[in-house]
């Protein structure tokens, strides 16, 4: 257990289906992030959370649907999906945006393997 | 445009040999490099980072090599286990102006070590 957890781990839903993908974090972070992880590419980020605040929406469909209530919660909701949307959905926290060389990254959550029918 | 390149998509070693991961960006604006290790139903773990101010990083068995000149760093392991088998993805930031915090990711190499 990393200190970030996602729910479900696995999820199988149809094209007209409505779907949420949770993460939530108790590591005192306010940066929070939703990766895609398809097969054979590099993680493309989604979403940039900081204090709850949206900082980046990277080019994403609006099929999918980020929600922020607080700090240590994210959201992502789904629907009308297409097959291709089919891949591993990472969430990650960071302490804040902040730049300093000592800030050694993410931590990740577990992903949620998303299968669209 | 991928800016973080893993060209290669596998490699295999026999446990104790040195594995050697390779990672190449084209962004100039990278000063902060990290190298994540994931296994299967994982997410990614922080394994080692290095500075553009350093060429190299050690931490245990594992090395970071930063070539800023030919925008490329690499990641030594020696001598290479068993449950190193995973896959690594190089990641790099721009620890200043208005992409702070932002991670840019290679596609991942998976490392099997054969015993």
């Known amino acids: 257990e990393t200190g970030v957890t996602q729910t479900p781990r696995h999820l199988v839903m149809g094209m007209t289906n409505k779907k949420s993908l949770k993460c939530e974090q108790h590591l005192g972070h306010n940066a929070m992030y939703w990766y895609k992880q398809s097969a054979k590419k590099p993680l493309e980020l989604m979403f940039v959370y900081n204090f709850k605040e949206q900082t980046e929406n990277n080019s994403v469909p609006s099929r999918f649907s980020p929600e922020c209530p607080n700090s240590s919660h994210l959201f992502l909701h789904l629907h009308t999906l297409q097959p291709e949307d089919s891949a591993l959905y990472l969430c990650?926290?960071?302490?804040?945006?902040?730049?300093?060389?000592?800030?050694?990254?993410?931590?990740f959550g577990s992903g949620t393997r998303l299968t669209v029918v | 445009d991928q800016q973080v390149k893993q060209n290669s998509p596998s490699l295999s070693v026999q446990e104790g040999r040195i594995s050697i991961l390779n990672c190449d960006y084209t962004?100039?604006?990278?000063?902060?490099f990290l190298w994540y290790k994931k296994y299967p139903a994982e997410g990614p773990t922080f394994l080692i980072s290095?500075?553009?101010?350093?060429d190299k990083n050690e931490d245990g068995r594992f090395t970071v090599f930063l070539n800023k000149s030919a925008k490329h760093l690499s990641l030594h392991i020696v001598p290479s286990q068993p449950g190193d088998s995973a896959v690594y993805f190089c990641?790099?930031?721009?620890?200043?102006?208005?992409?702070?915090?932002?991670?840019?990711f290679g596609q991942g190499t998976i490392l099997t070590v054969h015993p």
């Open positions: 290095i500075s553009s101010i350093k």
């Open positions: 962004n100039s604006m990278f000063d902060y």
């Open positions: 990650a926290s960071s302490q804040d945006l902040s730049a300093g060389i000592f800030n050694y990254g993410y931590t």
């Open positions: 990641a790099a930031k721009i620890t200043g102006g208005t992409s702070y915090g932002k991670l840019t």
